[in-house]
């Protein structure tokens, strides 16, 4: 089983970068977006079930958009206005946790490698 993620760069206050994670090997009920960023722990972003449904965190609600291509077994993060303090490395997991447990990482039993996204002021 992999994830591989990609398209996060650099870029300015303001602007947008879409994240790509690719699943190989397996599908997942959940698949989800989070991030970390240097002395923090690992926060919880986006999530979407395999029905489409998508859950958020307070901080990039009304900003970032999680999607998901079944057919390619693909999630996407699309990040608008981005902000300085949305400067971390962000990773994709897959898991077949419960609704109630998916902003945890606990219940994701895959993780892809981390993409760096950093925003400038």
């Known amino acids: 089983v992999q994830l591989q993620a990609s398209g996060g760069g650099l870029v300015q206050t303001g602007g947008s970068l879409r994240l790509a994670c690719a699943a190989s090997?397996?599908?997942?009920?959940?698949m989800g977006w989070f991030r970390q960023a240097p002395g923090s722990e690992r926060e919880f972003v986006a999530a979407?079930?395999?029905?489409?449904?998508?859950y958020y965190a307070d901080a990039v609600k009304g900003r970032f958009t999680i999607s998901r291509d079944n057919a390619k077994n693909t999630v996407y993060l699309q990040m608008n206005n981005l902000k300085p303090e949305d400067t971390a490395v962000y990773y994709c997991?897959?898991?077949?946790?419960?609704?109630?447990?998916?902003?945890?990482?606990?219940?994701?039993?895959?993780w892809g490698q981390g993409t760096q996204v950093t925003v400038s002021s």
């Open positions: 997991a897959g898991g077949n946790g419960i609704l109630s447990a998916i902003t945890t990482t606990s219940t994701y039993y895959n």
């Open positions: 090997g397996r599908t997942f009920i959940n």
């Open positions: 979407v079930r395999r029905s489409g449904n998508a």
